[in-house]
């Protein structure tokens, strides 16, 4: 989706129906295969594999515990292939300008702000990330739990200090709350039938499995 209004709010929609039942979930991943690039989407397998593994590992627990383990394995990764979705088309400044657009100048900035801020953050780890990588690939060490922890220690520690320097900017600036910008907004010829169709999860998500089936026969 090329208007970020109709693909954020696509992307709330077919959450909930994820969320909320088995049927909504197997009706998003259908939408999910239907209108998104698909596997173009997904960040690199060293990244999403781990994931996945974590998600079936958890439902296998609940499954043998007499839980609904198969449930929960559809359910997460219809919600995390719909992340991998809208954190890749999200572009830098959309999640401002429709904050502003449905919340106004004062509180919508505030919080496209932050947000804008949040998904800056993620970039920055992620290359923080790669960079530590290369660096242990060059001094021949190797990734292990020994490793795990003292990174996220300096991850954790760097993005502190950045967070402060980012504050002391915006107050050297002038800044104390609310901002203006006149949000402009480009749209598909497929984004108003994807975000309509997105809708159809929402209303299947309330039936049950059985008659889903009746209603597609």
């Not at 998003?28 to 594999?49: D, E, N, Q, S, Y």
């Amino acid at each position: 989706m090329q208007d970020p209004r109709l693909r954020l709010l696509a992307a709330v929609v077919l959450s909930l129906a994820a969320f909320a039942s088995t049927t909504g979930a197997v009706a998003v991943l259908a939408w999910w295969l239907i209108f998104t690039p698909r596997t173009k989407v997904l960040p690199r397998p060293g990244v999403f594999l781990p994931l996945v593994a974590m998600i079936a590992a958890t439902a296998l627990l609940s499954a043998w515990g007499g839980g609904a383990g198969l449930s929960y394995l559809i359910r997460m990764l219809a919600l995390l292939l719909l992340a991998a979705w809208t954190y890749a088309g999200t572009e830098d400044g959309e999640v401002l300008a429709v904050a502003v657009w449905a919340l106004g100048n004062r509180v919508g900035f505030e919080i496209g702000l932050i947000a804008e801020m949040g998904l800056t953050s993620l970039a920055v780890i992620r290359q923080e990330i790669e960079q530590m990588r290369v660096a242990m690939a060059l001094k021949g060490i190797r990734p292990g739990a020994r490793s795990i922890v003292p990174l996220a220690v300096t991850l954790i520690v760097t993005q502190i200090r950045r967070s402060d320097e980012i504050a002391r900017l915006l107050v050297v600036r002038g800044y104390t709350i609310g901002g203006q910008i006149c949000p402009r907004f480009r749209r598909d010829s497929r984004d108003l039938p994807a975000f309509l169709t997105a809708v159809i999860p929402g209303l299947l998500s309330c039936l049950p499995l059985r008659d889903v089936f009746i209603l597609v026969g």
